[in-house]
Structures are given as C-alpha cells and as structure tokens.
C-alpha cells in the first residue's frame, strides 16, 4: 500500500523552480503490480525516485508499510571508478548482508547478469546492456516488496529478457513491482493496475488496457 | 599513474623548496636540517588543503549512490575525510621511513600534542570544505576562485618559511588565518627548539573550528534536501 498525501515536488532548475507535482494526494491499494506510463519527462521517474525514499517531497508525506527496493535504473546507483564486486559488495553491506551472504549474492549477480570475469573491472567500462544487467540482478539478490524497476528490462537482448521474465515471475508470487517502461506490452503483462502520470496529475487505471488506451490517446 | 602522483607530489614541493632555500639562505632552520623542517609543516598542510577541495566534487563524484535511500550526502563527505587522512598518513609515513633511513632525525618532541593538534586541524578542514562544498552547491561557479584562493594560502601559511620569517607589520591580519596557527604549533609540537612566533594559540583554532562546524552541519541541515535531488549540482 502507498499514500501520498498532499505531496509537492519541485525542482530548482537555473531557469526558476520547477513544479513536478503539486499537491498531489492518492491511495494505491496494496498487493498489485503498479505500472508508471507517460510521457518523457512527465515525472514516472521522479514518483518512483520518491515512493522509494530516494528523494523527499518539498512538502507533503508518503506512506507505506511496506519494504521497497532502490530505485533500479538504467545508470545503476554505482560508483563508477570502482570494480563492479566492490559496487555490489557495498550495496551487500549497505543492506546489511555480510560474510557468507554476501558471497551468495555476489555468485548470483555475476552469474545472472553473466559478466564472468568483468566482474573486477570498473563499472564505467561496462556497456550500458552490462550495468542494467548487474543493476537487474543486484535488486533480484535481495528479498523486497517492492521492486522499483526503471526501464532496465527493455535494453537487453532477448535472452535476457526471457531470463528477466523467468525470474520476475518467480519473485512476483511473493513480492510486487513498480515498473516504469514505454513498453505497453511489458505493462499489459506484469501490471494489475496502471498510473497514468500527465501534467502533474496521476489517473489511476484498474484497469491495465483502459489506461494504456488513456495514454495512447 | 594517479597513485604515483600522491607520493611524488609533495616529495617533488619538498624537492624544489629545499634546493630554492639551501641556495638562498643555508641548510638549517632552528636546528633543524630544512627538509625536515618543511616535511613537518607541509604534510598536514596538503592533507588539510586537498581534505577542504575534494568535499566540494564529493557530492557530484557519489550522486548515483544517493538511490539508495539510506545514504546521506553527509556520508560521502566523512568517507572523503577518512580516504584523504589515510592517503596522507600513509604517504607522511613513507617519507619519513625514508628520511630517517638517510640520517634525518625524525623524532617528535610531544607527540600526544601533535596528535591532537593534527586531529583538531583535520576538523576545521572538514567544516572548512563542507561549507566549500554547500557554497559552491549553490554557485558553482565560485568553484576555481576558491581553488585559487588555496595557492596563496601556501605562503602565508608559513609552510615553507617559519612565521617569524613573516612581515611583522602584517602580523595581526595574518594571524585571522587558522591554517598559520596550526602549522607553527605543528612545528612547535614536533622540533625540540622551534620559537613560535607571538599570538599564536590553540585556543583560537579550536573556537574557528567549533564556530565553522556549528555552520557547516547548520547550513547542511537546512540545504539537506537540495543536496540529494538529482536535478541540482
């Protein structure tokens, strides 16, 4: 379950403040698959940056009672100049897996994203297709609720996306996402309910095909 | 290469430094041979100066770590202190290993003091460059003024020369400036016979310093929110 109450997000631009959203109240109700559509630029990334706690609302509060994933985007939260094991090593310890558990996961990553031995290189060598992969694989290690996934499904090549597919269907029956992508098909398939972010405004759709039909229009 | 960089640095300052000053004036300083001399006051200078400049990038260097939500852009600016303490302590270490392999006494006359001194002067770099860092969040543009304010700093700092050495009509002024007073008592702390020159205390540095933190983690607070969202800096 997410509420957001009153919520005001604004960002200070050179040009003047910037309104993304302007007190902004909705309930989403709990259990189902939430997908973000809109334009670019219409705030997806930014309401999912904040249901994560990843950035604060000017004003306003967001409720869950639920444990929600960082938000996993196509950049990667990764620090760039170190090796791709001690990014996922500090996330490891930032969540609080060590020892033992933090091997398992750092086995999982390099096996689910399959970058044998690029592993140990800096993250800023890898191609765009890697880092989602080590992003993607990274959020799966870990056990949430809530998993934010930014567009990181619709960059790698189809066997990826099947094995994206295969282990999201896994992770689904115990947990939720939230996904942003502008893949309507995507949608259509792992989402129960679709929030249509226009103009500052969210519509929320129960129906999945309704709102991909309110966006396509 | 950038690793190199760290040890040749100040080796390379003690290097010309020593030659310029042998050539002009003699080999010792308060019975001291003038390497030595320098070493002792340079060190915590450059680990204090690189300490207050590297806080200003640290913001821009870890933006992509601010998804998750449990780290604080206050949490990149005390890794950057650590990093640059144990840099500067290890590459300190290494030269005077070697300084004392080549017959230099190295020995520190109060060490307890210099301890503490040297751990107070790490403080007041901190508060120093996080409030660098916040100011220039605001304006970056001011960012290669305070890069070169830092350069003249070097010379009246007394890093190079001792503060008696200074223009004694200037005197009152250049004492306003903390980073002279910590390196004389650095110097008074680790030479045996090292004259300080007058008004210059502890005192002040730790009132500059408590003031300077008392602002710093103050405008932090209020800036906090700034410092995270993606769109600024």
């Keep these: 379950m997410f509420e957001l109450r009153n919520v005001t997000k604004s960002y200070l631009t050179p040009k003047g403040r910037r309104y993304v959203f302007r007190n902004l109240s909705l309930a989403i109700p709990p259990g189902k698959n939430i997908g973000l559509i809109g334009r670019n630029g219409a705030g997806k990334s930014t309401l999912m940056r904040l249901l994560g706690g990843a950035d604060v609302p000017d004003s306003g509060t967001i409720v869950t009672d639920r444990s929600i994933s960082w938000p996993v985007g196509l950049t990667g939260g990764f620090q760039g100049s170190m090796s791709g094991r001690d990014n996922i090593k500090f996330v490891c310890r930032v969540y609080g897996a060590e020892g033992e558990a933090m091997r398992e996961k750092i086995r999982f990553v390099q096996e689910f994203a399959e970058i044998g031995t690029w592993i140990d290189e800096p993250i800023k060598t890898y191609s765009s297709g890697m880092r989602s992969r080590v992003a993607f694989g990274l959020s799966m290690a870990f056990d949430f609720d809530y998993y934010l996934i930014d567009e990181v499904m619709s960059v790698g090549d189809a066997q990826f996306k099947r094995k994206c597919r295969k282990i999201f269907r896994e992770k689904l029956k115990t947990s939720n996402v939230v996904l942003v992508s502008h893949s309507m098909s995507e949608i259509s398939k792992l989402c129960d309910i679709v929030l249509l972010v226009k103009d500052g405004e969210i519509e929320i759709y129960e129906d999945v095909i309704e709102g991909i039909k309110a966006y396509s229009a | 290469m950038g690793a190199v960089w760290i040890l040749i640095e100040p080796i390379c300052h003690l290097l010309i430094f020593s030659l310029l000053y042998t050539m002009i004036r003699g080999r010792t300083i308060s019975g001291v041979e003038y390497p030595v001399f320098v070493l002792v006051g340079m060190a915590p200078f450059l680990l204090y100066r690189n300490t207050a400049l590297r806080l200003m990038d640290s913001l821009r260097e870890n933006r992509s770590l601010f998804g998750y939500k449990q780290i604080k852009p206050l949490d990149t600016y005390i890794a950057r202190v650590i990093v640059e303490a144990c840099i500067s302590g290890l590459v300190y270490a290494l030269i005077v290993f070697g300084f004392a392999w080549w017959g ?27 409030v660098l860092a916040l100011i220039t969040h605001a304006l970056p543009s001011l960012k290669l003024v305070i890069r070169m304010v830092f350069f003249p700093l070097y010379f009246i700092s007394g890093v190079l020369i001792p503060a008696a050495y200074l223009p004694h009509a200037l005197m009152p002024i250049l004492l306003l400036n903390p980073f002279l007073h910590l390196t004389e008592l650095i110097r008074g702390e680790v030479l045996p016979h090292y004259a300080m020159v007058d008004g210059i205390s502890i005192g002040y540095v730790t009132g500059f310093t408590l003031v300077l933190l008392f602002i710093s983690l103050g405008s932090y607070r209020a800036r906090r929110l700034h410092l995270i969202s993606t769109k600024n800096g």
């Excluded at chain 2, 003091?113 to 460059?129: D, E, I, R, V």
């Design chain 2, 104 to 130: 230099f006494d190295m020995s520190i006359n109060n060490p307890l003091m210099w301890f503490m001194t040297l751990t107070l002067g790490l403080l007041f770099a901190f508060s120093l460059g996080m």
